[in-house]
């Protein structure tokens, strides 16, 4: 059983070692600025970045310098993985608003020390009750609406936050520390400041026609009308505000009361400017929706890799479905003793197989019989393995297989009957690695999904909400498991991952990226495990993307390292940033490695997205 704040102090203790002054639980006084941006050379909590650290005690590594150095004082002030990684989260929804933040969602992996046992929280958004299977219809047209401009800026693709309730259910079942303790530090950041970085000015510039058609979001960053500037110090009191109401209510403050209904305004009847020109469709999430919903517990998928036990999401993610499958199909091979262009091969052949199994066959389970148990068989793998051509690329899209019959022998290649999932995704969302000095481990990965979410920040709450519902297919068709429906939530490719040897943590990793997400996890588990990397080059080495598309998105340095290699296969490398992922760079990753005695190595990306921020609690044992 678990107490309210069982370090008591701690949260105290913690926002003042942050540089922070004590905890201030009271609004500001009336009249005061919601955002501000100073000019550098004020004071403001200040951390740097570190791609590895390598150490003792815990470990903490994230995108961002002030989360990952927030988790780490929860950890040297005797709070756990699960403690640390709340607190680090509810920091990234402070400083990295655009990618996460209490109006989104995620995906929670933990492993407990004690009963070797991983255990997963599903805190993915959800459908409102009365949205319809034709939301994304515009009953103008009668024509699905563009996800650029209507979709993505829009109250119908809002979904029902999940992150509130994920917080909380992970602090009840496994945190020391409350909702108040874990959130404290971040609400004195938020209230503080931080400096504003190259990645959050171009971010808020590459949305500032989104936030400028919104009066709430124009006001919070946009102040003046243009992005805050590099260097200069940027304090969020509407949310620390925020962030104080529901430390001192619970969640019901977030899913009742003042809040939900103001959320439900925001929804549906968005606080558009005059001057916009965006259409802004509106949804119909009601307070009902936001009372009813639940953040579930619920079993990890699991295969068996070369002697390892890889523990992802099951549905509502396809993540783990699907590494898993590739994985499966990836075993059938001597990779580790092939060339690059016969490994790599293999990687790009067994994704794509793996992905026209997840277009078939995966949605949210409680809507859709997803058949995980063929799909991680590793019967149903060979047969998939079989259709892999040693000399020559499949021509894709290849279909899915057929879960309802197969035996592990070779049956003719898959056709090209396959379909592609839209993409409409790119490099939102964030990623955090976690561990105690008990062994525990947390991987979370979370999202309001596009960054910068719907564009919509509630007003005066300083938080975006979400547009996560654009992950359901935007046409209807009966046999899509991914079609919408009331009270369904979307198929995501977020891929918390936990690897197992013996029982014990052997990687922790995971990595923004809509459906790369799985593609670029999956490339560092084949990058460590079978291409002799260590965790640092795996996460470093160049990355492409196969999802059953014609083409393979592919970061140049890829295509400059193994073009050649790959091209005469037939597989055709293009630069990513083309229509198939926004982004030049796929995924923005954290990962840690442990060792021995409880060493960890702890990484994050050296320079994609600016690079992350890597620590650990102590250098020496
Ligand atoms: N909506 C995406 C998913 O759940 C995550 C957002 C992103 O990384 O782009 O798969």
Same mark, same amino acid.
């Given at each position: 059983m678990r107490s309210t704040i069982l370090v008591p102090g701690l949260a105290l203790a913690l926002a003042g070692s942050l540089g922070l002054s004590a905890v201030q639980s009271s609004a500001t006084a009336a009249g005061q600025r919601d955002s501000s941006v100073a000019p550098s050379g004020q004071q403001a909590a200040k951390a740097t970045k570190k791609a590895t650290a390598v150490g003792y005690g815990g470990a903490v590594t994230s995108v961002d310098p002030t989360a990952t150095k927030v988790g780490l004082k929860v950890l040297q002030q005797g709070g756990n993985a699960v403690d640390a990684a709340v607190a680090a989260a509810a920091t990234l929804g402070v400083t990295e608003p655009y990618s996460a933040g209490i109006g989104g969602g995620g995906y929670f992996v933990y492993y407990n020390a004690k009963t070797k046992k991983v255990s997963t929280i599903d805190g993915r958004e959800t459908a409102p009750g009365a949205m319809k299977g034709d939301a994304f219809i515009d009953p103008a047209t009668g024509k699905a609406y563009n996800f650029t401009p209507e979709l993505v800026t829009s109250g119908v693709s809002v979904g029902v936050p999940g992150t509130p309730a994920t917080w909380d259910k992970a602090l009840r079942k496994w !945190?020391?520390?409350d909702l108040a303790g874990a959130m404290a530090p971040a609400t004195k950041v938020a209230r503080k400041g931080f400096r504003i970085d190259d990645t959050f000015r171009q971010q808020t510039l590459d949305n500032k026609v989104r936030f400028d058609a919104f009066t709430s979001t124009r006001k919070l960053y946009l102040p003046? !009308?243009?992005?805050p500037a590099v260097g200069s110090k940027f304090t969020n009191k509407q949310l620390a505000r925020t962030y104080d109401s529901i430390a001192d209510k619970g969640i019901k403050a977030f899913y009742g009361g003042k809040l939900a209904g103001e959320i439900v305004k925001a929804v549906t009847a968005p606080p558009k400017t005059s001057t916009t020109k965006l259409p802004v469709p509106v949804g119909s999430m009601t307070r009902a929706d936001l009372k009813k919903y639940k953040a579930l517990t619920q079993k990890p998928s699991k295969v068996g890799y070369r002697g390892y036990d890889v523990y992802g999401m099951a549905p509502s993610s396809s993540g783990g479905s699907t590494i898993g499958e590739a994985l499966n199909i990836l075993e059938q091979f001597d990779i580790a003793s092939m060339s690059d262009t016969d490994a790599l091969h293999r990687y790009l052949e067994a994704s794509a197989l793996a992905f026209a199994d997840r277009g078939k066959y995966v949605g949210d389970p409680k809507f859709v019989d997803v058949p995980m148990g063929n799909l991680l068989s590793d019967t149903f793998a060979r047969e998939r393995a079989c259709a892999i051509d040693p000399a020559k690329a499949l021509t894709k899209p290849v279909a899915a297989g057929n879960v309802a019959s197969y035996d592990g022998v070779c049956s003719p290649a898959p056709g090209t009957r396959g379909t592609v999932d839209s993409d409409t995704e790119n490099i939102s969302t964030t990623n955090l690695t976690v561990s105690d000095k008990d062994g525990n481990v947390v991987e979370y990965t979370l999202t309001i999904e596009q960054t910068g979410g719907s564009g919509i920040v509630v007003p005066k709450r300083g938080f975006l909400l979400n547009n996560e519902l654009t992950d359901f297919s935007t046409t209807y068709d009966a046999a899509d498991p991914n079609r919408i429906q009331p009270g369904k939530r979307p198929r995501s490719s977020m891929s918390p991952t936990i690897v197992l040897k013996n029982k014990r943590p052997f990687l922790a990793l995971g990595s923004p990226g809509g459906s790369t997400i799985i593609t670029t996890v999956l490339q560092m588990i084949f990058n460590r495990v079978d291409r002799g990397m260590t965790i640092q080059e795996a996460i470093a080495a160049p990355r492409a993307t196969q999802r059953n598309t014609a083409t393979v998105s592919s970061e140049p340095a890829f295509i400059t390292a193994y073009g050649a290699l790959l091209t005469p296969l037939g597989h055709k490398l293009v630069p990513a940033g083309d229509a198939l992922t926004s982004a030049a760079e796929i995924g923005a990753a954290t990962a840690l490695e442990f060792g021995k005695k409880g060493k960890v190595t702890a990484v994050a990306e050296p320079v994609r997205r600016g690079g992350g921020a890597a620590g650990v609690v102590s250098k020496k044992r």
């Amino acid at each position: 059983m678990r107490s309210t704040i069982l370090v008591p102090g701690l949260a105290l203790a913690l926002a003042g070692s942050l540089g922070l002054s004590a905890v201030q639980s009271s609004a500001t006084a009336a009249g005061q600025r919601d955002s501000s941006v100073a000019p550098s050379g004020q004071q403001a909590a200040k951390a740097t970045k570190k791609a590895t650290a390598v150490g003792y005690g815990g470990a903490v590594t994230s995108v961002d310098p002030t989360a990952t150095k927030v988790g780490l004082k929860v950890l040297q002030q005797g709070g756990n993985a699960v403690d640390a990684a709340v607190a680090a989260a509810a920091t990234l929804g402070v400083t990295e608003p655009y990618s996460a933040g209490i109006g989104g969602g995620g995906y929670f992996v933990y492993y407990n020390a004690k009963t070797k046992k991983v255990s997963t929280i599903d805190g993915r958004e959800t459908a409102p009750g009365a949205m319809k299977g034709d939301a994304f219809i515009d009953p103008a047209t009668g024509k699905a609406y563009n996800f650029t401009p209507e979709l993505v800026t829009s109250g119908v693709s809002v979904g029902v936050p999940g992150t509130p309730a994920t917080w909380d259910k992970a602090l009840r079942k496994w !945190g020391t520390l409350d909702l108040a303790g874990a959130m404290a530090p971040a609400t004195k950041v938020a209230r503080k400041g931080f400096r504003i970085d190259d990645t959050f000015r171009q971010q808020t510039l590459d949305n500032k026609v989104r936030f400028d058609a919104f009066t709430s979001t124009r006001k919070l960053y946009l102040p003046g !009308g243009d992005a805050p500037a590099v260097g200069s110090k940027f304090t969020n009191k509407q949310l620390a505000r925020t962030y104080d109401s529901i430390a001192d209510k619970g969640i019901k403050a977030f899913y009742g009361g003042k809040l939900a209904g103001e959320i439900v305004k925001a929804v549906t009847a968005p606080p558009k400017t005059s001057t916009t020109k965006l259409p802004v469709p509106v949804g119909s999430m009601t307070r009902a929706d936001l009372k009813k919903y639940k953040a579930l517990t619920q079993k990890p998928s699991k295969v068996g890799y070369r002697g390892y036990d890889v523990y992802g999401m099951a549905p509502s993610s396809s993540g783990g479905s699907t590494i898993g499958e590739a994985l499966n199909i990836l075993e059938q091979f001597d990779i580790a003793s092939m060339s690059d262009t016969d490994a790599l091969h293999r990687y790009l052949e067994a994704s794509a197989l793996a992905f026209a199994d997840r277009g078939k066959y995966v949605g949210d389970p409680k809507f859709v019989d997803v058949p995980m148990g063929n799909l991680l068989s590793d019967t149903f793998a060979r047969e998939r393995a079989c259709a892999i051509d040693p000399a020559k690329a499949l021509t894709k899209p290849v279909a899915a297989g057929n879960v309802a019959s197969y035996d592990g022998v070779c049956s003719p290649a898959p056709g090209t009957r396959g379909t592609v999932d839209s993409d409409t995704e790119n490099i939102s969302t964030t990623n955090l690695t976690v561990s105690d000095k008990d062994g525990n481990v947390v991987e979370y990965t979370l999202t309001i999904e596009q960054t910068g979410g719907s564009g919509i920040v509630v007003p005066k709450r300083g938080f975006l909400l979400n547009n996560e519902l654009t992950d359901f297919s935007t046409t209807y068709d009966a046999a899509d498991p991914n079609r919408i429906q009331p009270g369904k939530r979307p198929r995501s490719s977020m891929s918390p991952t936990i690897v197992l040897k013996n029982k014990r943590p052997f990687l922790a990793l995971g990595s923004p990226g809509g459906s790369t997400i799985i593609t670029t996890v999956l490339q560092m588990i084949f990058n460590r495990v079978d291409r002799g990397m260590t965790i640092q080059e795996a996460i470093a080495a160049p990355r492409a993307t196969q999802r059953n598309t014609a083409t393979v998105s592919s970061e140049p340095a890829f295509i400059t390292a193994y073009g050649a290699l790959l091209t005469p296969l037939g597989h055709k490398l293009v630069p990513a940033g083309d229509a198939l992922t926004s982004a030049a760079e796929i995924g923005a990753a954290t990962a840690l490695e442990f060792g021995k005695k409880g060493k960890v190595t702890a990484v994050a990306e050296p320079v994609r997205r600016g690079g992350g921020a890597a620590g650990v609690v102590s250098k020496k044992r």
